[in-house]
């Protein structure tokens, strides 16, 4: 992918600054005759929004979204969908300074470095307000996939860990995750987690997590071997969101410890011919393509850079300061993931459904 | 990416199966002038060549290069530069037994899900074979990354760890790394590693491997925020490599157990406007931008799928059998990543070296 | 190009509909630190903006252009930039004959075989509408080639025939093009165009036109050998504006009646080494590649489809029916192509600026 | 499109120089399952191939294509298909007198300003030789036209005027265009271009050439608006090939002098609801889609610019000269475009179905 696109055949690009006056993005190759509203929207943007309990910044934004393009009476035309948000907490004075100053783990530094100019007003461009963007494309990826697969894939995501408190695998209940605003799908954990995070945030530090996303009834076929591999495209994706630092597939790390017999997924078929697997080491994909088996993948979000307590930084004439962070903040930034790793599954499926399509009819 | 094609500015396309005539890349985009021979890209084939020890495949091949086109005079010319390689050793019968079943954890099913036919042929177009033109194309990218920047980005690979057994990161030496037939840059567990080795093959099992990929003398200002992040970038890069199950950036997934305060990689400059980190968390990139530092990555290789015991499987007809491999193949294929995975590197480098000088000169 | 996106390196997607809320388009790829106001794009806007004379549609638009994003302090910053214009004399009372019929000439018919469904409000986004995406874009390429260039290359466009009235190009005065309505370089044409245009409109029936597109100090080097050529790129840039049926390049369809002695433009250097040539047949392009002389082409641009005279058509039912345009309807929409096809002309150069500069430095 | 790639669904990639040792194509995204012999690229090789009557080159080459990869059995299996050609007649030593001169008219003097180097063998890259390998890829798509749409669509092209002699359209006839060397549709007007480029040749000098292409039986609906529109796509591949330099889409540039009444391609529907125009000005595309009815293009291909009379040149050191090409020439290279427009048309075709195919179904 490339700069502010992603996807070949449905393809979106995304445009907007955190304090600028809008963010959106506009959706290229979306199939036509799908029923959309901004409703179908505006639901996944409402999971992602910031301000809806004590550990997601304070900053308020609607995050309502207009359709301005590509849907007709109800219905996409086929042509480009823009997708606009408008800023409305924007807040800019909250940034003054470190207008001057370059945050450590932040972008501030290396966008200085590359374009020479930064919109320093809440991080800009590199700020994880994009991400509303993402979800936006994410909700019209899911009707896509829905449309042409005539029933929806069902993707969820949970967070599996915050900092070094992990979930006991065996109170697992994807029903749980959005009863709670963890996303977690271990209610037991979910007190504890409250505690950490205030601790933490005491401190003035922050904590990371780790996230799993997961797919169900994703056809075989999906994946384009070997550059476009469906795993390769769902690790760049992953990877592309703000403050991630590693994306596994499957039995991912583990399966270093595993050994071949022991990581064989092996493979039956029963009466109709349906193939089932003995386990789903591979997280669904085969040599770069889906096997019909669900999709799982984990990843791995950083500890919130900015924090309260103060660290040592440059300011842009590269004389020593330091920096300390006392504007909202989340404690942690991994809690916000999950609708937004949701929604590049979604966007990376519907763009290889319609490739595979291309392709493979 | 899509399909056989990796790359935006510098762009290669490979082709081929393990048992066809060929197989080979071409790369589109290669700035000119720059001095290339084959044997230039020779000595990288011969780092990845298989047959070169007891621990991996036993198959015969020369993998000499030849260049087609694209070279004049011994410079390249602008014009698309086709690298060949015969193969010789293509011994078909080994497979006759793998015709008409599906080898677990291979793409043997799914690209017959996908596609309806597939070369069984050793795996066709699935097989590690392909990544013999990924390691040439390296070889070119890593010439133009020289020519351009005026030096060389010194890119290495190590193999840290096989099966449960970690190096012991007080004697990692780069210079033990091209010492030993595992690239393994702690001397002292080689033994150790050949003993593991030997015994999990009589068990006809297998076993995974960690691989480390680092890169020193990187420019800051590389990556195009928001979907051509470098990261993002290496991440779809590596996790296109045959059996990558996993990808880790600078700290990776050891970050979520980092609290923000120790995940900080705190910024001085000298007295020179040189910009020095405390530390290297973030592995050289932040915000999708290389920030100067030293790029450092992992992945993780799961065990080989093809080992001797007798595993349940399916045949093209949906009945149940089971197959058992026992042709030559690896005990631990992330023996051969090293240069594969420096390779892949060295082209998303190339590529984004020219896609930043395309855009910020 | 593929959807609704151009260019490469600098890189553009547009979106809306005639009859929607607002049209626009996200640029992405332009290099930072250029200065970039409003008034920039808004220039170029006005010169296309309908309503100006008698024979250009009545609707009233102010085309006022906002940035929303990618810019800041005046400058931009690398990021995407999305140009926003709002749709306000929208009457789609005017268009409801059309519901459903498909008027020929039009994209009626073919969207609506294509998607199933179609915007019938003013022709929606097959609508010449659009360009007014294009022309904005194109005033940020301009931009960028000047600042890359550190100088800027004069694109001009002019008409030089409507209907089967030609200019004398013994008139031919740059100067004269910007002072009349019809963008017309022969003063002494101006006149009769008028009357013909008059009587044409009154017969119910439109108009042709022929347009030459000029551009001076392009540098040697542009293109992208073989399938990337500055004049391929120009042609399917010119072909994608609405209702041109031809492009030529230099001498164009004139080439066939040449003998290779005439058409041969002969090469000489002076004292400095300078290239001179002793005539331009070629258009500033050989092989593909931009020579240093001047670019020249030219677009043949079909009669207005929308005629008051009543045409057969058929409805959405398939059924046979008449069709008569009533509404506000230029009668010669060549007259307002001459600000697209520059802002045409000015994006595949600033694209292959930055292409070029990737590959050649 | 970019550097040496064409389509974005069904994509291939020349590569190889005219003196080189092979030149070829690797064509990605194919589907599978598509029947797939040597010969069936092989005859249109033929149709090609050099050194087939007095007034074509008379460099001898074999063209004997082979398939390296992609196809098993018979059949594509969807992974990438190597066609590759040996050069044999490669002569270099005809060359010798232009490899420190720029050839007027040629990619010479261009290659050598934008990389710094050329391949002066032939021309290198630039040399026409190049289109073997379209027209290998093209075999390729009319292939997967066939197999999609389970008929063929029907391309064909023909030479419609030779330097200042035209043929008559009252004795057009496609029978007759395979039955003579030109590509001929008018049997009456053979003799005539005979005599015509005897005495060319005489002279020194050459010819162009106008071509129309024509497909039969193409579905409604391909073809991506707005920028990749299929008469967009057609321009771009049509003005790729080596001398052309005008495209026209229907009636092209004679549309500028038909009123808006007389270019009306009137709608009827029959009993059947099958959709039927009054005339094909259009040639079969409407807002860049196609309608259902023929294609028809036509192009515009300048005098051979090698000829045997001297004309001004430089040299490699900016010096003035003057060359003269004494070696083997064609007189007219317009008399070779017919099956290298037709693969263009083709590609372009099954490019667009698939395209069309992902987003429509």
């Known amino acids: 992918m490339s700069f502010n696109a992603f996807g070949k055949n449905f393809r979106f690009t995304t445009w907007g600054e955190s304090h600028g006056e809008a963010i959106g993005c506009v959706i290229d190759g979306c199939p036509p005759l799908i029923p959309l509203k901004e409703k179908d929207i505006q639901k996944y943007l409402d999971m992602r929004k910031p301000g809806k309990n004590r550990f997601v910044t304070q900053r308020r934004e609607d995050d309502k979204v207009s359709i301005l393009s590509g849907v007709f009476e109800g219905k996409t035309t086929g042509t480009p969908i823009m997708l606009l948000i408008w800023n409305k907490d924007q807040k800019s004075n909250d940034y003054s300074d470190i207008k001057n100053k370059f945050r450590p783990g932040h972008a501030d530094l290396t966008y200085f470095l590359k374009y020479g100019i930064r919109d320093y007003r809440g991080g800009g461009r ?6 509303a ?3 936006a494309a994410g909700a019209v990826a899911r009707k896509v996939i829905g449309h042409i697969l005539k029933k929806d894939i069902l993707i969820q995501g949970a967070v599996t860990q915050v900092g070094k408190l992990t979930i006991n695998q065996r109170n ?14 271990d ?3 979910v007190k504890v987690w409250e505690e950490y995070l205030d601790q933490t945030r005491k401190k003035g530090s922050s904590l990371g997590a780790k996230l799993l996303v997961n797919a169900k009834n994703v056809p075989a076929g999906l994946g384009e071997p070997v550059y476009g591999k469906l795993d390769a495209d769902l690790a760049g994706a992953m990877m592309s969101i703000n403050a991630v630092k590693g994306v596994e597939i499957g039995a991912g790390n583990e399966a270093v410890e595993l050994s071949g017999d022991e990581n064989s997924d092996e493979i039956r078929a029963n009466k109709n011919k349906k193939i089932i697997f003995s386990s789903n080491n591979s997280g669904g994909i085969l ?5 019909g088996q669900e999709l799982n993948l984990s990843i791995t979000i950083k500890p919130t850079s900015s924090i309260l307590k103060a660290k040592k930084t440059i300011n842009n004439k590269f004389q020593n300061t330091s920096i300390s962070t ?5 404690p942690c930034v991994g809690l916000r ?4 790793a949701e929604a590049m599954m979604a966007c990376v499926l519907a763009d290889h459904i319609l490739r595979n399509r291309a392709q493979c009819g």
């Open 287 to 291: 040599g770069g393509i889906s096997s």
């Open 326 to 330: 006392k504007g909202r903040h989340d």
């Open 187 to 189: 209610k037991k954990i």
């Open 337 to 340: 993931a999950v609708p937004i």
């Open 133 to 135: 963007s993402r979800v």
């Open 172 to 185: 697992f209940n994807w029903n749980d995750v959005k009863k709670n605003s963890f996303f977690c799908p």
């Open 126 to 131: 590199s700020s994880a307000r994009e991400t």
